[in-house]
T-cell receptor, first 115, second 119 residues
């Protein structure tokens, strides 16, 4: 069974540009979560999508947005990139009816560098 | 308000010894879940162990155990017989009950503890 896949692995953008990050959840998982991990810091919650709808949002400006497609894959968009947006962006997936003791499955992340 | 606190930025442990990584949390919700994840230098997050707020016994998974003290709001991770491969960042996380009877909801992470195992 394929795990959570994220693309691209690395992304280099110029300040002011837009970045698009993609995530494919494990087959059967309906929830997708996005986290930002700046260098040396913990994971900051960005967005949670389930069944195509945004369920919760972290404390990030509106230029961080996303969506979930009918096949449950998800896209994170970051507009008007700033240098401090440079970070590892991690996606995780889960299934709504699974037992709560099942930890989320994370992808390997997209390393975004803003220059 | 910070909901997950990990007060040890870095820890050292001798190979084959046990080590405890501290985690305290804050929530007013009676239903919540506590998780520990390991993040090696490669970046992937590896799920280690889970403790539910209503679980009567401390969770154990192989060499990992969770010392859950509900009244103190602490959920410390104990790693027994440390191995060199245990060197990594360790994150404590909490999920409060939100929708779907509490089985869903985003995780809130602490800032992590970097564990280094010495040979």
């Amino acid at each position: 069974e394929a795990g959570v896949t994220q693309s691209p692995t690395h992304l280099i953008k110029t300040r002011g540009q837009q970045a698009t990050l993609r995530c494919s959840p494990i087959s059967g998982h309906t929830s997708v979560y996005w986290y930002q991990q700046a260098l040396g810091l913990g994971l900051q919650f960005l967005l949670w999508y389930d069944e195509g709808e945004e369920r919760n949002r972290g404390n990030f400006p509106p230029r961080f947005s996303g969506r979930q497609f009918p096949n449950y894959s998800s896209e994170l968009n970051v507009n008007a990139l700033e240098l401090e947006d440079s970070a590892l962006y991690l996606c995780a997936s889960s299934f709504v009816a699974q037992k709560p003791n099942y930890g989320y499955t994370f992808g390997s992340g997209t390393r975004l560098t803003v220059v | 308000a910070q909901k997950i606190t990990q007060t040890q930025p870095g820890m050292f442990v001798q190979e084959k010894e046990a080590v405890t990584l501290d985690c305290t949390y804050d929530t007013s919700d009676p239903s919540y879940g506590l998780f520990w994840y390991k993040q090696p230098s490669s970046g992937e997050m590896i799920f280690l162990i889970y403790q539910g707020s209503y679980d009567q016994q401390n969770a154990t998974e192989g060499r990992y155990s969770l010392n859950f003290q509900k009244a103190r709001k602490s959920a410390n991770l104990v790693i027994s017989a440390s191995q060199l491969g245990d060197s990594a960042m360790y994150f404590c996380a909490m999920r409060e009950a939100k929708g779907y009877g509490g089985s869903q909801g985003n995780l809130i992470f602490g800032k992590g503890t970097k564990l280094s195992v010495k040979p």
